[in-house]
């Protein structure tokens, strides 16, 4: 069964500072990746998405991943971060044609103070 | 497109009863939805899987019989709790995925389900 670690739980930082949030996941054959965000009192919401190709995954909000398959590793990043990121962002993968059964991350808090 | 519902958004009941969620696709053919739930910080944990027309799967340490889950249309699932109890408080939330193989799943906003 594949697992899916992030290791920042609480990130804090200033607008317009640099983000990177690690995702590390487990699991033996090809997988699909997403990272999901969460703003206080919201749904979830795709924030991105890898499934093959170009292993760096442009998503919305000028949120990027990259997929290192050698490190089995996910992580998402911003260049400049602002007030309105503040939200929960969850890391899931899933199974390459194996359904659509997602595993998610425990999770990361980021707050963005002024 | 691809806009999920969930009703009621919130919900408080006694001990001992039973709690229906509704789950919709609202602009989309679901063939496939999803139920988690999600503790106070921590991660979203899959309850069980529905297909529409079939009986749902449930992942290990789920109790089927106190969560009753019916798939009945391609647009409508619902999760009832049965018998209740404060530790099934939660926040349950709901996805449903076009069942296109890897497509994304779409997310509800969630139920808060408080049981005194």
């Known amino acids: 069964a594949q697992s899916v670690s992030q290791h920042n739980h609480h990130v804090i930082l200033s607008e317009a500072a640099s983000l990177e949030l690690g995702c590390n996941y487990s699991?033996?054959?090809?997988?699909?990746l997403f990272w999901y965000v969460q703003y206080p009192g919201q749904h979830l919401q795709l924030l991105l998405k890898?499934?093959?190709?170009?292993?760096l995954v442009k998503g919305i909000k000028g949120f990027e991943a990259e997929f290192i398959k050698s490190k089995f590793s996910f992580n998402l990043r911003k260049p400049s971060v602002q007030w309105s990121d503040t939200a929960e962002y969850f890391c899931?993968?899933?199974?390459?044609?194996?359904?659509?059964?997602?595993?998610f991350g425990t999770g990361t808090q980021l707050k963005v103070e002024l | 497109g691809a806009v999920v519902s969930q009703h009621p958004s919130w919900v408080i009941c006694k001990s001992g009863t039973s709690v229906k969620i509704e789950c919709r696709s609202l602009?989309?053919?679901?063939?496939?939805m999803f139920w988690y739930r999600q503790f106070p910080k921590q991660s979203l944990m899959l309850m069980a899987t529905?297909?529409?027309?079939?009986?749902?799967?449930?992942e290990q340490g789920v109790e089927k019989d106190k969560f009753l889950i019916n798939h009945a249309s391609l647009t409508l699932s619902t999760l009832t709790v049965t018998s209740a109890h404060p530790e099934d408080s939660s926040f349950y939330i709901c996805?449903?995925?076009?069942?296109?193989?890897?497509?994304?799943?779409?997310f509800g906003p969630g139920t808060r389900l408080t049981v005194l």
């Open positions: 529905s297909n529409e027309g079939s009986k749902a799967t449930y």
């Open positions: 602009d989309f053919q679901a063939t496939t």
């Open positions: 996805s449903a995925s076009k069942g296109i193989p890897g497509d994304e799943q779409f």
């Open positions: 899931a993968v899933k199974p390459s044609g194996g359904g659509n059964k997602l595993t």
């Open positions: 890898y499934f093959s190709g170009d292993p």
């Open positions: 699991y033996g054959g090809t997988v699909n």
